[in-house]
């Protein structure tokens, strides 16, 4: 599927769609594993995914956090992902001459939060005529996420979504105000995400690894879907205490297919 036919499927599909995969690339066969899950429980849902990793993690708290596995050799994952599963594939990048290089291996760059300010990023991921999924920064209002957008669609991509995923409460918690969601669809026309597992996560902890709470995941994804998010993101992993990076606010994989089920009952029930 070309991006300009993604994004146009994205905003006229009756059902949400899924952006979802482990937090960052951490071998091949974990992501395989993941993928041979997600692949056909979306297909037997009816809902469109979009197979997220990261193949690098440059925020960290610590410096001897993991941050990859290598640029290219994770990106050379997750290609084999779209052509084995048939399926669009998204990463971050987080500077402006990443944007080019990651373009060959995906089919939708996502900005961070922290950089979703950053013009010279924006600008970058908007000319290589991709989808670019913009985060929402935890300091900012919904209502300025619009400028973002006009950043990309001046640099002649009309290609955008845009990700909610909490905003900052107090040092050490996140709080998701929904009426965002709307707020966003409504200023800039882009299909909105919820970042379910991110908005759960509890930074700044003394030990410098970021903590979470995952057992609130059916909580914000079910709100979300109620007040008529376009899509979810979702980081899993076969075993999130294992993870090397946001094991702690992560889904069981196992858990996946119980949580979209009743996701999915909720959508029909809100059309």
């Given amino acids: 599927m070309t991006e300009t036919k993604l994004i146009s499927y994205l905003k006229t599909s009756n059902m949400f769609f899924l952006m979802a995969g482990p937090c960052a690339i ?42 990859g596995i290598g640029d290219e050799k994770a990106l050379k994952i997750l290609e084999e992902v779209r052509g084995q599963f048939n399926v669009p594939v998204v990463t971050d990048i987080h500077e402006a001459h990443e944007a080019a290089m990651a373009a060959e291996y995906v089919d939708v760059l996502q900005i961070p939060a922290f950089l979703c300010r950053q013009t010279d990023l924006l600008v970058a991921a908007a000319k290589t005529n991709k989808v670019v999924n913009v985060k929402k920064g935890q300091f900012l209002a919904p209502s300025s996420m619009k400028f973002a957008v ?31 969601i709307p707020l966003m669809q409504e200023d800039t026309g882009c299909p909105v995400v919820m970042d ?15 903590g979470g709470l995952p057992d609130r ?3 914000i994804a079910s709100a979300a879907i109620a007040v008529g998010v376009d899509g979810l993101f979702i980081e899993t992993h076969p075993e999130p205490t294992q993870a090397l990076s946001d094991g702690a606010n992560m889904l069981r994989l196992d858990a996946m297919e119980e949580l979209l089920t009743k996701m999915v009952r909720i959508r029909e029930a809100v059309l």
């Fill in 26 to 67: 951490e071998s091949r066969d974990v992501v395989m594993k993941i993928a041979e899950c997600l692949v056909p429980l979306c297909e037997k849902l009816n809902i469109p995914l979009i197979f997220k990793g990261s193949y690098r993690k440059a925020n960290r708290s610590r410096l001897d956090s993991f941050t």
């Fill in 150 to 180: 006009d950043k990309i669609k001046s640099s002649g991509n009309n290609q955008v979504i845009l990700t909610d995923r909490g905003t900052s409460f107090g040092y050490g918690d996140l709080i998701v105000d929904y009426r965002g």
């Fill in 196 to 210: 379910v597992t991110h908005s759960l996560q509890q930074p700044n902890t003394s030990s410098g690894v970021t």
């Fill in 217 to 219: 995941i059916d909580t």
